[in-house]
Structure formats: C-alpha cells, structure tokens
C-alpha cells in the first residue's frame, strides 16, 4: 500500500503529475466534483493543527467525498493509551484513506506499517509535512513557472523549520538552484542537512545572517516562524524570536517579481503591511495546498484501486 | 575452562582494543549461564593490542551485532576442539533491536512494543539513522 511520509516519497515526475494534475483542478473543478464520491477521508489529528486539518477536509470534499475526523487527542483513544498502529488497523475498517498528525516523529511510518490503506503524513512532530512541501512547489510553479535556475532564500528558523528542511531536500533534485540561508547563528541549518543534501548534490549555497544585504539577488523568499515549542528555553525563544521581521522597508531592493512565502501561521515574522504587496504569495500557498491535498488523494486513492 | 582451549563453542577474536564490553552487553552474553571469557588488551602481531571472547558453548549469536560494533573482528566456531567454521563479519544494512533510538520525540519512546531498527545511510562513515524519526545512532 503505497503512503506518503516524506516529500522524497515522491519522485521528480510523480511531482509534475501532481502539479499537472491540480493546474486541472483549478482549471476545470467540475470535472473532478464526484471523482471521490462515497469514498471517505479520515483526519486523524493527535496534535491540533486546524489549518491543515481543514485543508485536508475541504480537499476531500471538493472531490465528492466524505471525512471522518478525529481531531483532539483528549477525547480519543489515543489519551486512553492506544497506540497509532491499533489506531489505524482500526480505521482502515471505516475508511479509504488516512490523513494524520502526530506529535511524535516517525509515527506516520508507523501508520503506514499498519495501515491497510493509504496514509499521508499531516506532520509528525517536527520530522516531516509532505504536504506543505507540496503547496510550496505548487506556489514556486504557478508563480515562476519553473523548478530550475532560481536563487531561493529561507530566512529564519532554518534548525528546527521542517518545511525548510522538506522544500530544500525538494528542490535539490533540480539544477541551477542556489540557496541562500538567512538565520541567527543559532537557528542555523543543520549540518547534516548541509552535507547530505548541499553537498552532495553539488547546490551552491551561502550562509548569512543580513536579511537585507541578500534580498536583492532572491527570487523567492522563504519565511518562517520562530516556534516556541521548538526551543528547550523561553529565554532563548525570547531573544531570537524578533530577529527577522519582513516588513516594506526591507523589501525595497528586492526584485519586482521575488516571490515571498510562508508556511503560517505567522506570528510576526511578516508585517501585515506585507500583505498588500503583490509579491505576497502566502495566502496562495494555502490555496495550492488544498489543490495538492486533492492531487495528492486522487493519486493515492487510483493507486490503491479505490478508485 | 582455560582461558585459551574450549572445545565446543565461539571464539570471537581481533576485537578492536576496548571494545569488548561493548559487544558483551550488546551480545547479551551477561544473561548466559555458560562459561563465557573476556580477554582485554592480549597482544597482536597484527593488531597491537586486541580483545577476545571466549564463549564455552554453541550458542546463537546475532552476527550483525558484531558487524555494527566490530566489523574486523572475526567469529570462530569451535566443535570438538578444533576450528569447525570461520564466520565473515559484514557491516549490517539494518539494526533490529540491537540499539534504542535515544530522541525523546521519536515515537519508539511511546508505541508498544515498537522494534528499534535502524537503518545504514552511509556505509563510509558507519551512520545509522532510526527508519522512525531518522536521527542518527550514538
Ligand atoms: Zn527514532
């Protein structure tokens, strides 16, 4: 049973399947309003995140089907100690496909071990969020036409940032990308990171800690929030969490076509006078991301043979 | 026993100095009830200085385990005082239960009876990765 636990799940052209695949979405929703009639989606959410949630949801129902969701870990069995592999034996008796968040890092795996349909990965812990990669390449598509010869910049929390770590592994497997890596020192990407990924792709990249010194050479800005729950102290989150704040004045020199993004929700990473900026891609994000949540689904589902 | 002579058992000899306690508690070999010797820093023509366990019977051990510890170390089968079968250590691909993934935000830390595996990434530098969380192995 083919799940999806991390962007690299999915190979290059599986990726310009999807994209395809919700470019028609978009271009032609109709034809695709029952093309998951009477097939049901479960939600399973042990940790709360209900933007992803409600993309999901509203993913499924755009294709004619149906959602179960368990949303809060408190009432669910999960509280009464039952572990995620019981969890979705037990689903997969009531449903066609799983979507499902957990804080603990690999239980999507786990879930997908067990499962005997497909699962996607809603995040697990601060591992992986496949589909927030997915609406991010979407996002680069629609907005540059391209995957290739684009100089991208991720400011911010790029440690501990999973979307980071997911769209950098994404778009290391195209050429031409040069990635510039804004953060306070200690927020770095890790090295790992640097080694498996930069180095032995061969990608260029720079390392620094001037938002403004680099903005002129970006074609996309990749923004990220600085999350409390990362961090082991509140002093440190404290200190760090103001450190880049995207607002006009620094977007001066930027280029009249730079594509700003965010995963969301912000904090204040981004000032709301941003918002009006055309070059404000965020809130487009979550739209493809809902197109790529339904590319993704049908894909899985006509694998499956569900439909 | 003599430490140099048994006649049915496992030699598991060019230890890499200092690691055999390591192997002995990975190994399990705590939990036998037979005759088991641990010989520390024996000089080596070859090595300098080695380690060797000696077990006094003709038990399971998981090759694999010796792979990930020691994978120059050599594993002798002894079967009526004389060497019966020489066993080749390879560097294992997967882990299974072998070594405990330390991340305190894996889920290993919280599903029952999970199995601990973990996976070779890169053969070069010896990493493995937990197939969970994929944070690397101490
Ligand atoms: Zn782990």
Redesign the pocket.
Known sequence: MRSIIDISDLSVEELQELIGVAEDIIANPEKYQDACKRKKLATLFFEPSTRTRMSFEAAMYELGGNVISVSSAASSSAAKGESVADTVKTVSCYTDIIAMRHPK??AAYVAAQNASIPVINAGDGGHCHPTQTLADLLTIWREKGRFDNLTVGFCGDLKFGRTVHSLITALARYTGIKFVLISPQELKLPSYIKKDVLKRNGLQYVQTMDLESVMPELDILYMTRVQKERFFNEEDYLRLKDSYILNPEKLKKAKPDLCIMHPLPRVNEISVAVDDDPRACYFKQVLNGKYMRMALILKLLKEAGTI | MTVDSIQNGIVIDHITAGSAMRLYELLHLDELDVTVAIMKNVTSRKMGRKDIIKIDADIDIDLDIIGYVDPKATVNYIKDGVLAEKKVIKVPERLVNVIK?K?PR???STEQELKHIFKLTDRDNKVYR?V????KAQ
């Open positions: 890092e690999g | 993934c991340n894996c889920i290993t937990c969970y969380c994929e944070v």
